[in-house]
């Protein structure tokens, strides 16, 4: 038993008529996207980075050399708005993981490009985070995995 199960029993005594299947699964969900996120984020931190930061460095790193993309371009492969991406751009060109270049296609548009520095951060704390990943689902076998993850896609193509 977990804490779901806790929860959808007292439903079940207080509310029979209630069918809460569907509680079960996006609850476990929402516990598991927290416990997770907790864990991702405290090995980012080891390497100085959010993982709001990382993700546009990520974004960049995997887009491959010269590991630059427009403001768009990084807006459309993240969920957040035009205004939030253009705060984490200005704060990672603080920290020197990044800087603006005028686009050779386009001189009145800008590319965001990793620096020497960023794309050393990001080399480093995707290596980390690529094996905090491992651990954290060693617990399911190779089957398990390959069976949620099939799972799980399928439910989220509904929503994408």
Do not use: C
């Not at 516990?31 to 959010?50: D, I, K, N």
């Not at 995997?62 to 492969?77: E, H, K, N, T, V």
């Not at 799980?152 to 929503?159: A, I, K, M, Q, Y």
Request: no cysteine; hydrophobic share 40%.
């Amino acid at each position: 038993m977990d804490r779901v199960d806790k929860i959808l029993s007292q439903w079940r005594r207080e509310r029979p008529d209630l069918d809460t299947e569907a509680m079960g699964i996006l609850g476990r969900l929402k516990r598991l996207t927290t416990h997770l996120a907790r864990e991702v984020e405290q090995v980012l931190q080891q390497h100085g980075l959010s993982s709001s930061s990382f993700d546009v460095l990520a974004t960049l790193r995997r887009s491959g050399a010269p590991y630059r993309l427009s403001p768009g371009d990084l807006l459309g492969m993240t969920m957040v708005s035009s205004g939030t991406m253009t705060n984490r751009i200005d704060q990672l060109e603080k920290s020197g993981f990044v800087k603006r270049v005028v686009n050779p296609d386009d001189r009145r548009s800008v590319l965001i490009a990793l620096t020497d520095k960023g794309l050393d951060i990001v080399e480093a704390a995707v290596g980390a985070h690529v094996a905090n990943q491992q651990r954290l689902t060693q617990a399911l076998t190779g089957e398990e995995k390959a069976e949620l993850d099939a799972l799980l896609r399928r439910f989220l193509s509904t929503f994408e």
